[in-house]
């Protein structure tokens, strides 16, 4: 190899002697190193040499191209353990970090949805560090299974539903879905209203799931308008299922009509076929609360008859992914009978952190729940913050505007479309620099921020921001005054 690069070398540029190339150190050269060997023990063997390698072809590369004289070759060799540790670190970092949100979109799907709760965090460490009683009833010493874990909690949570509901956990919402389809209607048909064939972010589209689960989409009404006896003259033999879907990232306005979820549960009563909702969200507290109207509560659906919900475990309930599958015990048992679900069933770290995210409901601990704890922020404690925020800004150049201005947060993760909640941002704009530069330079920091930018300017909503965290967000704005 070295022979075949010493002639290119020297058809490029007709000057670099192959006495260049035996200047520059072999990998175990390199490796022989102090410092590469201080890097051998915090990094290991094969990294170490991966690293030292793309070094040398880095150089050769540039021997070659007759970018380096003897000097310079000496020098690089020289800072070679050092760009070998820069590599090193470089490689074995995490991908994944924490980030700072200030876009004020509480469920951001591409920021990992809701935050786990302190106590959610620590039953997880707890749990997950060592053994637990995942499988196993303590009483007896007999197996046992998972699910009991959150099932028992959501039928409290749910008492009011008038029976006794049963729950099981899946990897997702999509999975959920997919899982009940399969169960429930496979080789038969599932009635779905066209104003209802949504797709929901990252490709999970209704028509889609229906086909992988084998059932039939069996399509009624129009976009904008159907009515309950589109779904009645639908239903036939092959019926194993009326669909709701909730529409998530959407509204429909004007000429519209949907049959209400009692007249649906009436029609599938008297027909004999069970009523599944995919609620997406699936909201346990009441968002009225905040100002939010019109967003489907679990225990509604449950209560007018819908047979059996899913819902995502990290949307609006604020806990890990997950996927709930909730209402009639019959129906959720033919569902947990499926050999799908051994497939897309979660592990303790989920059980620890949803467990953990109920108890507090049932405690009606909101603010430990941070989703909710930033929904329940109101306009008044945000504005405080900010103004906190930029009295403590020690900004001398003009070339930066700070100010504080009226915005609107959303709760975003397919909930509430179109619902906001009113909050104040500290608005961060530069005539030099275009906005774009500045969101930029906010999220290559050590401690990324995401910023929303509208009007020519970067919005940092601190409802989303934990408080612990203004000071960080505080030294950011300063540092784009002080770099641009
Ligand atoms: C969000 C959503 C899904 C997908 O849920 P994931 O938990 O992201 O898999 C499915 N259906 C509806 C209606 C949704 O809003």
Redesign the pocket.
């Given at each position: 190899m070295d022979e075949i690069l010493e002639s290119d070398g020297w058809r490029l540029s007709g000057k670099v002697s192959s006495e260049l190339f035996r200047r520059l150190p072999s990998v175990d050269e390199l490796l022989r190193d102090e410092a590469v060997q201080a890097a051998v023990a915090r990094h290991g063997h094969g990294a170490t040499v991966d690293a030292a390698r793309s070094v040398i072809n880095g150089l050769r590369a540039r021997v070659t191209s007759g970018e380096l004289n003897e000097d310079a070759i000496a020098a690089a060799v020289h800072a070679a353990p050092l760009e070998i540790e820069q590599r090193l670190r470089d490689a074995m970092a995490y991908s994944l970090r924490s980030v700072i949100n200030a876009t004020g979109v509480i469920l951001h799907t591409n920021l990992g949805r809701a935050p786990l709760s302190e106590e959610a965090l620590e039953h997880v460490r707890e749990v997950s560090r060592g053994y637990s009683n995942l499988e196993i009833d303590l009483a007896s010493g007999a197996r046992g299974e998972r699910d009991v874990i959150v099932d028992r909690l959501f039928a409290k949570l749910f008492a009011s539903v008038g029976y006794t509901i049963a729950t099981i956990v899946v990897n997702?919402?999509?999975a959920a879905?997919l899982l009940t389809l399969n169960a429930l209607a496979e080789g038969g048909e599932v009635i779905v209203s066209r104003g209802e064939l949504?797709e929901?972010g990252g490709s999970?589209r209704i028509p889609d799931v229906m086909a992988k689960s084998g059932a039939v989409l069996r399509e009624v009404g129009t976009t904008n308008r159907t009515r309950i006896s589109d779904y009645e003259q639908a239903i036939n033999e092959k019926t194993k299922l009326l669909l709701r879907?909730?529409r998530?990232n959407f509204e429909i306005t004007g000429f519209t009509e949907q049959p209400s979820l009692e007249e649906l549960s009436a029609l599938a009563r008297k027909r004999k076929v069970p009523l599944m909702e995919?609620l997406?969200?699936g909201d346990i507290f009441d968002l009225r609360t905040v100002g939010v109207h019109g967003e489907p509560t679990i225990a509604a659906s449950l209560r007018v008859g819908v047979d059996i919900v899913t819902f995502?475990g990290d949307?609006l309930l604020g806990g890990p992914?997950a996927?709930l599958i909730a209402g009639n015990p019959e129906l959720v048992k033919k569902v947990r009978k499926n050999p799908l679900f051994r497939a897309l069933r979660v592990d303790k770290m989920f059980y620890a952190a949803l467990e953990a995210t109920l108890l507090a409901y049932l405690r009606e601990d909101y603010d430990s729940i941070p989703a909710l704890r930033m929904m329940r922020l109101t306009e008044e404690q945000i504005g405080e913050r900010a103004e906190h925020l930029t009295r403590k800004l020690h900004i001398s150049t003009p070339r930066l505007n700070v100010e504080i201005v009226k915005t609107q947060s959303v709760i975003g993760g397919?909930s509430a479309p179109g619902a906001t909640l009113p909050s104040r941002a500290v608005a961060v704009s530069s005539p030099g620099v275009s906005a774009d530069e500045l969101a930029r330079q906010l999220r290559v920091r050590e401690t990324p921020i995401i910023a929303r930018v509208e009007d020519g300017k970067v919005l940092l909503d601190l409802r989303t921001v934990d408080p612990e965290q203004d000071e960080v967000v505080l030294r950011a704005v300063e540092q784009l005054a002080t770099s641009n």
């Open positions: 997702n919402n999509a879905v949504v929901i999970f879907v909730h998530s995919d997406g969200s995502s949307k992914q996927g397919g």
